[in-house]
């Protein structure tokens, strides 16, 4: 059973690193400007090649691990559904938590909390999804850094805002999980906020905050 489990978790972090090397291929699909459209057009089919080649790379490793009908794909649904297990949880805290220091503090929010929130999220994703989500975060949270910035100095634990109520999450180092996935899979979170029966207000203030933090004060 130990064995078995080791398997599998390497057959994760294998899949995951895939998924990565898939993100970045994505990323690289626009080719150097000054070289003609046919030589952009091959950049791009080539860099789609690739990228389509690492997925069904990535989906074969899952299969391997856990079975064709659990494993699902890293950009489309999934085949089935495989549940958020503890690993996938304490992979996302090991994330999320430097990301969350670099524009908070932690606050005394009860840590179970904070699992739950981030079930909730790891719950909008294909496995291969998870397993890659340390890269997904890093990326959002560069992409939208200034904003973050805002964000957490007027509603998190170093603003006047209790850490009880509409803005709570933003006392969890999950909120930078459940902003990503806000902005990538709203109705998913949504959907599965709903099925943990996690506190609508709590989702909702995040969103009105993230909202709000969108343009710079005047």
Do not use: C
């Not at 090649?49 to 794909?73: E, F, H, M, Q, T």
């Not at 220091?101 to 840590?111: N, Q, R, W």
């Not at 909008?124 to 890269?135: C, H, Q």
Request: charged share 25%; net charge negative.
């Amino acid at each position: 059973m130990v064995r078995d489990e080791a398997e599998e978790l390497i057959a994760l972090v294998e899949a995951g690193a895939i998924a990565d090397a898939h993100r970045e291929a994505d990323e690289a699909g626009i080719a150097p400007p000054g070289n003609g459209e046919p030589y952009g057009i091959g950049w791009r089919d080539g860099a789609r090649a690739v990228g389509d080649g690492l997925l069904r790379v990535a989906d074969r490793a899952l299969d391997r691990a856990i079975g064709p009908a659990a494993s699902g794909s890293a950009e489309g649904g999934p085949r089935g559904r495989h549940p958020v297990g503890k690993v996938d949880v304490e992979r996302a805290k090991v994330a999320v938590m430097p990301l969350y220091l670099a524009f908070s503090d932690i606050s005394d929010l009860d840590p179970e909390v904070s699992d739950e929130v981030l079930t909730a999220a790891l719950g909008t994703m294909s496995v291969v999804g998870r397993v890659a989500y340390a890269g997904l975060l890093e990326h959002f949270t560069e992409s939208h850094g200034e904003r973050l910035s805002r964000l957490y100095a007027r509603y998190g634990p170093r603003s006047r805002i209790a850490v009880h109520g509409r803005h709570s999450l933003l006392h969890s180092p999950a909120s930078i999980a459940v902003l990503e996935r806000l902005t990538g899979a709203p109705a998913a979170l949504r959907a599965e906020w709903e099925d943990a029966e996690l506190p609508p207000a709590w989702l909702e203030g995040l969103a009105s905050a993230w909202q709000a933090s969108e343009v710079p004060p005047g």
